[in-house]
């Protein structure tokens, strides 16, 4: 998933580069780059995230701030 974000990145900058202003270049960046990358990443990192929540919740004892030790 990654390789195809930064291989994503690599070609929106090399996009951004060749435009004739340094505004058009950032809004370059930013329409073809920046949002649809942070989406993507966003949606593809959905299952890791449940999986990583259902993980927490079913292990026992782990330090999770809801409960003290003794001091």
């Known amino acids: ?39 993507f990443l966003w949606l593809f990192g959905t299952p890791q995230r449940r999986r990583s929540r259902m993980a927490a919740k079913q292990r026992p004892g782990q330090p999770d701030g809801s409960d003290s030790q003794g001091d």
Do not use: C, D, K, Q
């Open 1 to 39: 998933m990654y390789i195809v974000a930064i291989a994503w990145g690599y070609v929106v900058l090399m996009m951004s580069i060749t435009e004739t202003s340094f505004i058009a270049g950032l809004l370059t960046f930013f329409w073809y780059g920046a949002a649809p990358l942070a989406l």
